[in-house]
């Protein structure tokens, strides 16, 4: 490697995730060698280069430095979280498109994406996710923006701009809260902005939460309740609820 490509690998060493107006501005390099130094090191699975930008690939394939302590199993939702994940991935299908939002639950969702090999196509502005994601055999596309939140979520012009040029067949959400008057919330304003461009772009909209999200409040709305298509969750849901689901013609399922 010469010392610009030296350079680019510390950036993501540090980062786990560059974009590629950032590489480029760091680097001082032309396009053309940008995409060259991304190419080789990528052949030479030091990076990954993905739609958007590059990722280092950690040899310690167990080991996310970072992102690591965003899933612990002392997170007394951890079992409930792994179950609901592993339900959801056989809502997958090979060659499909999908998007994949923010919380610890689609962070679950995607670790039995990346076991199971599944051949499709990732949007998500989650780096937890996309560093997970970044063997993966299928496609992983990463907008620009700004990384905000713990989880690492890129939001801002850039992340907006490309929700709009993406299309899935399928996203898959959490949530900060769920109230059948307000809907879908979370807690973060510029993760919301995103999220409904999102859910814009897609033909199914699935939930991912805990039992412990409903009735509960977040400050920004999402998406109203009756606009969801499936919901994944535990048993642990009041009558009120599946009531409404079923008047709503919502998919309830059980992990």
């Known amino acids: 490697m010469n010392i610009k490509q030296h350079q680019l690998v510390n950036i993501l060493r540090d980062k786990e995730f560059a974009n590629t107006f950032e590489l480029y501005r760091e680097l001082g390099v032309s396009r ?67 998007i994949l939002g923010t919380g610890r639950t689609t962070f679950a969702l995607a670790k039995y994406l990346r076991k199971e090999k599944k051949k499709i196509s990732v949007f998500t502005a989650s780096l937890s996710v996309a560093y997970l994601l970044r063997d993966s055999s299928g496609e992983l596309t990463v907008p620009g923006g700004t990384s905000v939140a713990e989880e690492g979520y890129l939001v801002g012009p850039s992340s907006l701009q490309s929700a709009k040029e993406v299309f899935a067949q399928k996203i898959f959400i959490g949530a ?14 510029l993760i919301v902005e995103l999220e409904k461009e999102l859910i814009k772009k897609t033909k199914e ?35 009120n609820y599946l009531n409404y689901f079923k008047e709503n013609n919502i998919r309830l399922i059980f992990a």
């Open 32 to 98: 053309a060698t940008l995409h060259r130094y991304l190419q080789e090191l990528s052949q030479k699975k030091i990076i990954k280069s993905v739609r958007g930008g590059a990722i280092f690939l950690e040899k310690d394939e167990d080991n996310f430095p970072k992102l690591s302590s965003y899933e612990s199993r002392e997170d007394p939702l951890y079992e409930e979280r792994q179950r609901i994940g592993k339900t959801a991935v056989e809502l997958v299908s090979n060659q499909e498109s999908i």
């Open 176 to 189: 900060g809260g769920i109230n059948i008057n307000n809907g879908i919330m979370n807690h973060n304003s």
């Open 205 to 239: 909209i699935i939930l991912l939460a805990s039992h412990t999200k409903f009735n509960q409040l977040a400050p920004y709305v999402v998406i109203p309740l009756n606009k969801i298509n499936t919901i994944i969750t535990t048993n642990n849901i009041s009558e």
